[in-house]
């Protein structure tokens, strides 16, 4: 059990975390508590009793935060032992409810990210391309292609085309694309994902790791800003092994479900 956890938990009504509800507050306290190392992988947390009267909320603050930690993959629940820091070599639980950066969800976990190069450069767009963006045939898109790597692990292949109005120089990226959309202004606020199961042929195997013919799961990603203007266009292969996809359902009010069968 951390000890610096239980030091810092009384911050949570100091006003030194950002705005937000209590239970959001929490979350964020945890996640720097284990991005600063005060909590390792594998300590244990206090008991939700324990944590709610150190930090003077309820339990059921502590338990909706906790839940959120363990659905984001940065704690684990054992039956009868309690909750845990998640190992990092753990399988990555991705939310598809919030719309991050790869480099985002890995920082939150306390992994670190780097990123081999496959492709930067500027193309005459595909077919697709153009449709998805928009694109007239006279204009580019500025591609990156790159193998993330989370603590030295290799989790996916990402290949993300852009106008090369958005992204005028590929190279400007060197970790997060998000964090270069944000500074120029571009960083989308919704996408739409879909999601398949395929079966990885040689190529992105080897850049996986992982035997030809083992599992992936494929996303493709369309992008938007504020406006509705698409900005990106994304298809990533994720090691099924390493990461999964979780989403949090929600039943409808009764006028929404009339006549549904349950």
Same mark, same amino acid.
């Given at each position: 059990m951390?000890?610096?956890?239980i030091?810092?938990?009384p911050t949570?009504?100091d006003g030194?975390?950002?705005?937000?509800?209590?239970?959001?507050?929490?979350?964020?306290?945890?996640?720097n508590?284990?991005?600063d190392?005060?909590?390792k992988?594998?300590?244990?947390?206090?008991?939700?009793?324990?944590l709610?009267?150190?930090a003077?909320?309820?339990r059921?603050?502590?338990?909706?935060a906790?839940?959120g930690?363990?659905s984001?993959g940065?704690?684990?629940?054992?039956?009868?032992?309690?909750t845990?820091?998640a190992?990092?070599?753990?399988r990555v639980?991705?939310?598809?409810t919030?719309?991050?950066?790869?480099?985002?969800?890995?920082?939150?976990?306390?992994?670190? +990210?780097?990123?081999?190069?496959?492709d930067?450069?500027?193309?005459?767009?595909?077919?697709?391309e153009? +449709?998805?963006l928009?694109l007239t045939?006279g204009e580019? +898109?500025?591609?990156?292609?790159?193998?993330?790597?989370?603590?030295?692990?290799p989790?996916?292949i990402?290949r993300?085309?852009?106008?090369?109005?958005?992204l005028?120089?590929?190279e400007?990226?060197?970790?997060?694309?998000? #964090?270069?959309?944000a500074a120029?202004?571009?960083?989308?606020?919704? #996408?739409?994902?879909?999601i398949?199961?395929?079966?990885l042929?040689?190529?992105?195997?080897?850049?996986?790791?992982?035997?030809?013919?083992?599992?992936?799961l494929?996303?493709e990603?369309?992008?938007?800003?504020?406006?509705?203007?698409?900005?990106?266009?994304?298809?990533?292969?994720?090691?099924?092994? #390493?990461?999964?996809?979780?989403?949090?359902?929600?039943?409808?009010?009764?006028?929404?479900?009339?006549?549904a069968?349950?």
């Amino acid at each position: 059990m951390s000890d610096g956890l239980i030091n810092i938990l009384p911050t949570l009504n100091d006003g030194s975390i950002a705005g937000g509800p209590l239970y959001v507050k929490l979350q964020r306290l945890i996640e720097n508590a284990v991005l600063d190392g005060l909590l390792k992988p594998g300590d244990a947390l206090p008991p939700e009793r324990e944590l709610a009267a150190i930090a003077d909320i309820s339990r059921v603050t502590v338990r909706k935060a906790v839940q959120g930690l363990v659905s984001d993959g940065l704690l684990i629940q054992r039956h009868g032992s309690g909750t845990f820091v998640a190992p990092r070599s753990a399988r990555v639980e991705q939310s598809l409810t919030h719309l991050t950066s790869f480099t985002e969800d890995m920082a939150r976990r306390g992994m670190v +990210v780097r990123s081999t190069w496959l492709d930067r450069g500027i193309y005459v767009p595909s077919p697709e391309e153009m +449709v998805t963006l928009g694109l007239t045939s006279g204009e580019r +898109v500025s591609r990156i292609s790159r193998l993330r790597v989370a603590n030295d692990t290799p989790m996916a292949i990402e290949r993300a085309a852009l106008s090369v109005h958005v992204l005028p120089n590929p190279e400007l990226v060197t970790l997060s694309l998000y #964090a270069v959309l944000a500074a120029s202004g571009n960083r989308p606020v919704r #996408a739409i994902q879909r999601i398949s199961a395929a079966i990885l042929k040689e190529n992105d195997a080897k850049l996986l790791e992982v035997p030809v013919g083992s599992a992936s799961l494929n996303i493709e990603r369309i992008s938007y800003l504020d406006s509705g203007k698409v900005i990106e266009f994304t298809r990533s292969i994720y090691r099924a092994d #390493a990461y999964e996809f979780v989403a949090e359902l929600k039943l409808g009010d009764s006028s929404e479900i009339s006549g549904a069968v349950l």
